[in-house]
């Protein structure tokens, strides 16, 4: 089977926003783009990090906390987290968090891991 260009796949993608405001899970943008583009297919982990990078679709994600996983890398894109600050009651800095360079993922001191995304086309 051939693979889905990349001028495709944005084809499709503003297609399918143009019939939906959202969509729920990535599973359904999935099927939807895979439609649009018939006789080619694309990857599921392709199409999330092209969504990813699309300055008009948001990408709001769920997410829940797993105690015993080392942070190390973004679930939702797999670039590297810095520490996020912040300032307690005395005015000390301390260590509250984790925020992804690329996609602006944000997590507290514990790993967390995607379990919904929802896919909103910018007004």
Do not use: W
């Not at 105690?67 to 894109?77: D, G, Q, S, W």
């Not at 891991?113 to 929802?118: A, C, I, Q």
């Amino acid at each position: 089977m051939k693979r889905a260009t990349k001028k495709q796949i944005d084809e499709a993608i503003d297609k399918v926003f143009q019939e939906r405001n959202y969509i729920k899970t990535l599973k359904q943008v999935h099927e939807y783009v895979n439609e649009k583009i018939k006789p080619v297919r694309i990857s599921l982990p392709r199409l999330k990090k092209i969504l990813l990078k699309r300055k008009d679709i948001v990408v709001k994600v769920k997410k829940r906390e797993l105690k015993n996983k080392k942070i190390e890398n973004c679930p939702v894109c797999g670039c590297e987290f810095e520490k996020i600050f912040g300032l307690d009651a005395f005015g000390q800095k301390r260590h509250i968090g984790y925020k992804c360079k690329c996609c602006n993922f944000k997590i507290g001191l514990f790993y967390s891991v995607p379990y919904e995304y929802l896919f909103k086309r910018k007004e």
